[in-house]
């Protein structure tokens, strides 16, 4: 049972344009407020208003409406007491919450950028020491056993033991929880997950992706307070050809097939205006759409061939609901890449070549167990 304060603190405290950003919507300033595409139903045209004095959401297209906590019952699909779990564990607060005994609360006060550039470097390194004998058998048990691709994209993994190497001493700690590497209570906010972390045109991370393989309600995750960006946008500093999926695990599926050329939108409402103005001014003129086969997946990839008119488009429906990543896992690297290549697509998954990909693949040896380390902050 979560109490009133708590509720009130969520609602009061967690900042509503940033949870919507979080979840990979981008929002554009309209008057006193925000606008954006409703993630609700199939919008065209920013139908979502965000009134940020009352931190209050509607959409006039759909007719949803709420706080804070509602947006996250809906978006995530969970009940009104695991959406303030959620807000309370996931993001910095406005205000803070009640103290509980021992816990420390985190400070609101941003920090510099380039601070914050070294604080998330650090945190990356750290990361990355982990997969090698943590994280690897995630990738491995989806299909994608390059060491080079894992090295290429700092590949890393969060044990939750982050407090146990850094001083206790200074404000590092303080640091980390302004930037949303430890949440609320003070555990960290990637505990359990593989991360990658995500760059910008110039190199400076833009955030952290994190992905659960162990949760079935909460999958991925990404720092409070910041842009999802673009997973491997520096590609197109060489390559006019570019394939865009949804996740960071489908743009390494495809990657494993042969195609360097790939970019993770972020989800199918994660590519911004900004994103596709970098695309046209380094020369993008030819892109792929290869989203997820469900009829989500065929929505957005329409309403993105709407969007990037200006290019040269193709969209490539997996079948039978595959994504890039359970392609990879039934058909193989070889068929992937068949499919890729291929004029026209597939009549059937009956026709293609059976090499499922992990009869290639070697475990690491050992294969730990990856789920997510017990928090014992609270």
């Known amino acids: 049972m979560i109490d009133k304060e708590t509720i009130e603190a969520v609602k009061s405290g967690v900042d509503l344009k940033t949870c919507i950003e979080s979840r990979g919507i981008p929002l554009k300033k309209n008057g006193r407020g925000y606008v954006g ?48 779990e959620k807000l309370e564990n996931d993001h910095p607060f406005l205000n803070p919450l009640p103290a509980r005994p ?39 048990d989806r299909g994608i056993a390059d060491a080079g691709l894992f090295n290429k994209h700092r590949a890393g993994y969060c044990n939750g033991k982050l407090k146990e190497i850094l001083p206790q001493t200074g404000a590092i700690l303080e640091d980390l929880a302004r930037v949303g590497i430890l949440n609320a209570r003070g555990g960290e906010h990637f505990s359990g997950c593989l991360v990658f972390p995500v760059f910008d045109l110039d190199g400076n991370i833009v955030t952290i992706y994190g992905r659960f393989f162990h949760q079935a309600t909460r999958r991925h995750v990404f720092l409070p307070n910041r842009p999802a960006g673009c997973w491997n946008i520096g590609i197109i500093k060489s390559c006019s050809d570019i394939i865009l999926t949804e996740s960071i695990i489908d743009a390494l599926s495809i990657e494993t097939a042969g195609y360097p050329n790939v970019i993770s939108i972020q989800g199918t409402n994660g590519l911004s205006n900004a994103d596709i103005a970098l695309f046209k001014a380094h020369g993008v003129s030819r892109i792929m759409l290869l989203l997820d086969g469900d009829d989500s997946g065929r929505e957005a990839a329409a309403r993105l061939q709407e969007r990037l008119s200006d290019f040269s488009v193709t969209i490539k429906t997996l079948p039978d609901s595959h994504d890039p990543n359970s392609f990879l896992l039934a058909h193989g690297a070889d068929s992937l890449a068949g499919f890729i290549a291929a004029e026209d697509e597939p009549d059937t998954p009956e026709n293609l070549p059976d090499t499922p990909a992990l009869s290639s693949l070697t475990a690491p040896d050992p294969a730990p167990d990856i789920r997510p380390a017990p928090d014992t902050t609270g």
């Open 102 to 140: 021992g816990q420390s609360v985190p400070l609101p006060k941003p920090l510099p950028e380039p601070k914050i550039q070294q604080l998330l470097e650090r945190v990356i390194t750290i990361y990355e020491n982990n997969f090698e004998t943590t994280g690897k058998k995630a990738l491995y």
């Open 37 to 84: 595409l409703c993630p609700f139903h199939n919008d065209t045209s920013p139908s979502l208003s965000v009134n940020i004095e009352k931190q209050l959401w509607q959409c006039f297209g759909c007719g949803a409406a709420g706080d804070v906590i509602r947006f996250v019952e809906l978006y995530d699909k969970v009940d009104f007491t695991r959406a303030v």
